[in-house]
């Protein structure tokens, strides 16, 4: 079957693919992968179908192992499909989209002239990038003169350095940075790694007071689930009915969020809103990432640990599971979301379409890919609001208490040669994947015979996983170990799934 390219689109679209090719490089976009493909990406279609953006993308891969997908991407004429499909305001959705918005898909570290070259350009003007948390870290390197530079930030140290050169360091010069990789203040860190490089590199210092006068970092956070290359039977029922193959077939949720700390007038050049899309230009990304964080990523740390002991495997799973589901959303509702401090109204949207998400029929979210890290995830999205009832001297509500049962069990685990293992309520074993030195603590706790209750003192007390000292919590020790208790108690958990 013939591969995507421009000579299967319409007379329409190849017109308006036309306009893209030969329009200036505006953006230089650092990652190929689906995310960016089906966040990014797309929003700028939505604004070129509307005539909102003018420009085009130069697309580059942040590592040299990234090679065979711009090649597929180049191969396919930089034009793909997107299918946004879900549940959206109580309805499935399913939205098919050609994406082209690619004038020049190439392999930097083949072709470093390149790149140089589009950094010199006076039509450059943002760069978005996701790198993964992994990318966007200092790495000490070497600077040599005509030779492709590894890291991200280094890069882009360069880049700038070169474009410096070529503009004469103008203000106007300077480039806006739209990183999308999920560290909170992701914008201040690439410019402190970018900074940290140039004087590892001994730039010249009116070079670096261009760097931080004239050129934005942006902080972001962004949101939204891309799921990517469907299943190869609804991928290949899909191309019968197109006509035609796509090796870059990606696939997305409907919702999307992209937060972005920065004046509103942005909007005039990076018109989203206006197309329709869910982005913010904001003073502050704190009340966004707080709301996120102990919402969303609360009702994924709340559930995990419980579902899994109790022979559950995916999100939606749990969601649909009347006596569980209800269990998730009633602890959102009714026992996190009071400690907020975030308009309880706002909270209670974010919450529904939270919980929509999570029933998408077409994303198979699973649990154990959830439940990498557990610990840290629980510290920072679940320990708040227990300690906030703990701090007011208040009983912590139920729901929570069993939540945090339910992650001491889970990591009930012992070291064996692959790895440390745990056992689920109804005798199926698992894997713990988590800081190595912390499931050693916690495993020689589990390992030695006590009652419960000293026990569950003993991983309270372990300072170095939770920040403090949790003993300290006024009953909070007796709590869990009821919770604990019961759930030890419970039979044959797998087939009765809590009914």
Not at 29 to 48: A, P, S, T, V, Y
Not at 165 to 191: I, K
Not at 432 to 440: G, I, K, T, Y
């Amino acid at each position: 079957m013939t591969l995507l390219n421009r000579a299967l689109l319409n007379e329409a679209e190849q017109q308006a693919y036309d306009t893209v090719t030969q329009s200036p490089v505006t953006v230089l976009q650092i990652g190929e992968g689906n995310f960016l493909r089906g966040f990014f990406d797309w929003m700028i279609h939505r604004c070129k179908e509307q005539g909102l953006f003018e420009g085009s993308i130069a697309l580059t891969q942040p590592r040299p192992k990234g090679k065979a997908k711009i090649e597929a991407i180049a191969a396919q004429d930089g034009l793909y499909t997107l299918v946004t499909r879900g549940i959206e305001n109580g309805e499935r959705v399913s939205v098919k989209e050609t994406i082209g918005v690619f004038s020049a898909v190439f392999d930097p570290y083949g072709d470093w002239d390149r790149l140089i070259a589009i950094a010199e350009s006076a039509s450059l003007r943002f760069v978005v990038s996701n790198t993964t948390e992994a990318g966007l870290v200092y790495q000490a390197e070497p600077l040599v003169e005509g030779a492709p530079i590894l890291s991200y930030p280094g890069k882009i140290a360069w880049l700038l350095y070169r474009r410096y050169q070529a503009l004469g360091g103008t203000p106007e010069s300077g480039l806006v940075f739209l990183p999308c990789e999920l560290l909170e203040r992701n914008g201040d860190e690439l410019r402190r790694c970018v900074l940290r490089y140039c004087e590892d590199w001994s730039l010249p210092e009116a070079f670096q007071q261009w760097v931080m006068r004239h050129n934005r970092f942006l902080n972001s956070l962004v949101d939204r689930i891309v799921t990517g290359y469907p299943d190869e039977e609804q991928a290949e029922s899909w191309f019968s009915e197109w006509g035609c193959e796509d090796r870059l077939l990606n696939t997305a949720e409907p919702y999307h969020l992209w937060a972005i700390e920065a004046e509103p007038e942005l909007e005039k050049e990076l018109p989203f809103r206006q197309a329709g899309c869910n982005v913010h230009f904001v003073p502050d990304l704190r009340p966004y990432q707080q709301r996120k964080v102990r919402v969303l990523n609360a009702a994924h740390t709340l559930m995990t640990p419980l579902a899994l002991l109790r022979g559950f495997d995916y999100v939606r799973e749990v969601m649909e599971h009347p006596h569980f589901g209800a269990f998730v959303r009633e602890a959102i509702e009714q026992e996190i979301m009071p400690t907020i401090p975030l308009p309880q109204e706002e909270l209670r949207i974010y919450a529904s379409t939270v919980f929509e998400r999570f029933l998408n029929p077409f994303i198979n979210h699973r649990l154990n890919d959830i439940a990498m890290n557990s610990l840290s995830k629980f510290k920072v999205r679940l320990l708040p609001s227990i300690l906030d009832y703990a701090e007011r001297g208040e009983e912590v509500p139920a729901r929570l208490v069993e939540a945090f049962a339910g992650l001491l069990r889970y990591y009930r685990v012992n070291r064996t040669g692959e790895g440390f293992i745990g056992s689920a309520l109804g005798g199926r074993s698992y894997e713990v994947r988590d800081d190595a030195a912390l499931l050693e603590r916690i495993a020689a706790v589990w390992s030695v015979p006590r009652p419960m209750t000293e026990s569950v003192f003993q991983l309270l007390g372990l300072t170095e996983i939770w920040g403090r000292n949790l003993t300290e919590a006024r009953g909070l020790a007796s709590q869990l170990t009821a919770a604990i208790q019961a759930l030890e108690a419970e039979k044959d958990v797998q087939s009765s799934r809590m009914g």
